[in-house]
């Protein structure tokens, strides 16, 4: 069975900062999607990247890129020139690449922007 | 853009009561998925349905049931609420077929079972 780990229950950085969240996961499958998903407080949970497993190039989305390392089953999000807007829980998912779609989430890590 | 919505963002019900949670969502998608998220567990999968009329188990199905009629409409129903079921619901649809698998949220309801 697939399990997604996220060893982050809740981190802070300050405004204009870097900020890397980790996420590890365990499949036998060779052909998945991961991604990472944002939940503002009170907010629509949206997604914010998606990383197909067989593409080795390392997906980017604006201020927010991710650091796939297959071998290592490690699926990190790094976001630059952090906002106050990026306030949010963060969800790492997977997916396999199935009729069902079923993706399995991990616990999220809570992502503190601060002034 | 793709909207899922749900038919109430809070809800107060009494124990032992029958509950219905609407979501309906305007892309024509036909995986839809309910999921339940609690503080420091994440989100779990309920239900999902990956056609009309057809429904699949997911990781926590027991106290819920769920109904399809319609392409865009899935509803979850808890048959005689519980004090264990306060929680915030999701509802969710992806497209099937376009190998993106990326799924749109519904607001949640935050349902409080007294």
């Known amino acids: 069975a697939q399990t997604v780990t996220q060893s982050q229950p809740e981190m802070s950085v300050q405004e204009a900062e870097t900020v890397t969240l980790s996420c590890t996961y365990d499949t036998s499958e060779s052909n998945y999607y991961l991604f990472w998903y944002k939940q503002p407080p009170s907010r629509q949970m949206i997604l914010v990247i998606r990383?197909?497993?067989?593409?080795?190039q390392n997906a980017t989305e604006n201020r927010f890129s991710v650091n796939f390392q297959k071998a290592a089953k490690s699926f990190s999000l790094k976001i630059s020139d952090s906002q106050l807007g990026d306030t949010a829980m963060y969800f790492c998912?997977?997916?396999?690449?199935?009729?069902?779609?079923?993706?399995?989430f991990g616990k999220g890590t809570r992502l503190h922007i601060l002034p | 853009d793709v909207k899922v919505t749900q038919s109430s963002r809070y809800l107060v019900k009494r124990t032992g009561e029958k509950v219905f949670l609407e979501c309906v969502q305007d892309m024509d998608h036909e995986n839809m998925f309910w999921y339940r998220q609690d503080p420091g567990l994440g989100l779990r999968l309920i239900y999902f349905?990956?056609?009309?009329?057809?429904?699949e188990k997911g990781d926590i199905p027991e106290g819920y049931s769920v109904s399809r009629e319609k392409k865009e409409r899935f509803s979850l129903i808890l048959e005689s609420a519980s004090t264990n079921q306060t929680s915030m619901y999701l509802c969710a649809s992806s497209l099937i077929g376009t190998g993106t698998d990326t799924q749109y949220f519904g607001p949640g309801t935050r349902l409080t079972v007294l």
């Open positions: 990383q197909e497993a067989y593409k080795q």
């Open positions: 998912a997977f997916s396999k690449k199935n009729r069902d779609d079923k993706i399995i």
């Open positions: 349905s990956y056609d009309v009329k057809m429904k």
